[in-house]
């Protein structure tokens, strides 16, 4: 019988080739089913994890809307402004902004830290995250768009001059919701300026602090402090005091015939005692019995004993003289005694002021000449014996 054609089903050959475009398939097939089912955690999630871990010293946010920890989820975005200060290679710190997506609670906290990013050649790499910042809300930096300002000091030293560290954000309090997944720039200290920028306040001031004060401090006040007063403390009295020089004696050698059982005083004065002044005894207003008849000497019996006089001025509203004389009964013929004289102007209580001296010698000039006036002379007394 004749052939038909040549068959290949006995040839090794191509059956080994068949098994190895069948194991090919199968091959391509375990792969992309292996893609298909391979859990999301076995990819690389990068430097700080997307936001999901905490700082290197366990430290996480706690940021809540209405109280709520995974409505804060997405709550803010880091800004690529990041600034790096170094000395040499060592960083000092970094200074940068992130925007509030969301409003947050007042008083909730949102903590920052620092990464290595891949191919960092942080060292030690294991410091870089222990540098963390936290940032407290207050009214007046928790509304949605609020941009903030922080700073992450270094106080875990590391250096870094290639690969670059990043800012990320610690995961939120419930260790599940990320504020968010966003970074800084990538700053090397290569890239770092030499020195520290200035920080900026986190909330500018409403007011800026050289606005000059409405009103000069210097202004001159409006009523001088020095004014004078407008009645000079030392006016002097409408009425110039009364002057004059009293002495006081008691049982005088001449004068009026003093009562048996009584005593006498006598007041003598440089002006008209018994015209134009008041006497008092013990508080009793007298009468002076006029001796001389001139008005200067006046005489008024009293019982023996201590007695207070008082010589006031003729309006009888002050006290121009006052002692306290010791008054012996003049009947027994005792002589009295005598005051000394004593200036007005002077002090009071019988004492004599050293400048009515003038005063006492012109009283005692004019009694001698009224003595002389009035005494008869030899030859007047020959002509009537």
């Given at each position: 019988m004749p052939s038909r054609g040549t068959s290949h089903f006995g040839n090794p050959s191509v059956r080994r080739d068949g098994r190895l475009?069948?194991?090919?398939?199968?091959?391509?097939?375990?792969?992309?089913?292996?893609?298909?089912?391979?859990?999301?955690?076995?990819?690389?999630?990068?430097?700080?994890?997307?936001?999901?871990?905490?700082?290197?010293?366990?430290?996480?946010?706690?940021?809540?809307?209405?109280?709520?920890?995974a409505d804060a989820g997405g709550s803010a975005t880091l800004n690529a402004d990041g600034v790096m200060s170094c000395d040499g290679t060592s960083v000092g710190s970094i200074g940068g902004t992130f925007t509030l997506n969301t409003t947050?609670?007042?008083?909730?906290?949102?903590?920052?830290?620092?990464?290595?990013?891949?191919?960092?050649?942080?060292?030690?790499?294991?410091?870089?995250?222990?540098?963390?910042?936290?940032?407290?809300?207050?009214?007046?930096?928790?509304?949605?768009?609020?941009?903030?300002?922080?700073?992450?000091?270094?106080?875990?030293?590391?250096?870094?001059?290639?690969?670059?560290?990043?800012?990320?954000?610690?995961?939120?309090?419930?260790?599940t919701t990320a504020i968010s997944s966003s970074k800084s720039n990538s700053l090397n200290c290569t890239e770092a300026p030499s020195a520290p920028p200035s920080t900026p306040p986190s909330t500018p001031p409403s007011t800026p602090p050289s606005t000059p004060p409405s009103t000069?401090?210097?202004?001159?006040?409006?009523?001088?402090?020095?004014?004078?007063?407008?009645?000079?403390?030392?006016?002097?009295?409408?009425?110039?005091?009364?002057?004059?020089?009293?002495?006081?004696?008691?049982?005088?050698?001449?004068?009026?015939?003093?009562?048996?059982?009584?005593?006498?005083?006598?007041?003598?004065?440089?002006?008209?005692?018994?015209?134009l002044l008041h006497v008092r005894v013990d508080g009793v207003l007298v009468t002076l019995q006029d001796v001389l008849g001139n008005g200067t000497v006046g005489e008024v019996f009293v019982t023996p004993g201590s007695h207070h006089v008082t010589i006031s001025n003729a309006a009888d509203d002050a006290v121009l003289f006052e002692t306290t004389v010791n008054c012996p009964d003049c009947s027994g013929g005792v002589l009295g005694e005598t005051a000394p004289p004593t200036d007005v102007a002077g002090t009071t209580g019988g004492n004599v002021s050293g400048g009515s001296?003038?005063?006492?010698?012109?009283?005692?000039?004019?009694?001698?000449?009224?003595?002389?006036?009035?005494?008869?002379t030899r030859a007047s007394r020959r002509k009537r014996q």
């Open positions: 475009r069948i194991a090919g398939w199968l091959a391509a097939g375990s792969m992309v089913l292996l893609g298909i089912i391979a859990p999301a955690s076995a990819l690389a999630a990068g430097p700080g994890n997307n936001g999901l871990d905490p700082t290197g010293n366990g430290t996480k946010s706690n940021a809540t809307v209405n109280g709520s920890l947050l609670d007042v008083g909730s906290k949102i903590t920052i830290y620092l990464v290595p990013n891949n191919g960092s050649n942080a060292s030690p790499a294991g410091n870089v995250p222990l540098n963390e910042s936290t940032i407290t809300l207050t009214g007046a930096n928790n509304t949605s768009g609020t941009v903030i300002h922080y700073t992450v000091n270094v106080t875990s030293p590391f250096t870094t001059t290639s690969g670059g560290v990043l800012v990320v954000f610690a995961v939120n309090d419930d260790g000069p401090p210097s202004t001159p006040p409006s009523t001088p402090p020095s004014t004078p007063p407008s009645t000079p403390p030392s006016t002097p009295p409408s009425t110039p005091p009364e002057v004059g020089t009293f002495s006081v004696a008691t049982c005088p050698v001449t004068g009026l015939p003093v009562p048996v059982g009584q005593s006498a005083i006598s007041i003598k004065g440089s002006i008209l005692v018994i015209a001296m003038l005063l006492i010698l012109m009283g005692l000039a004019g009694l001698i000449l009224t003595t002389a006036f009035v005494a008869p």
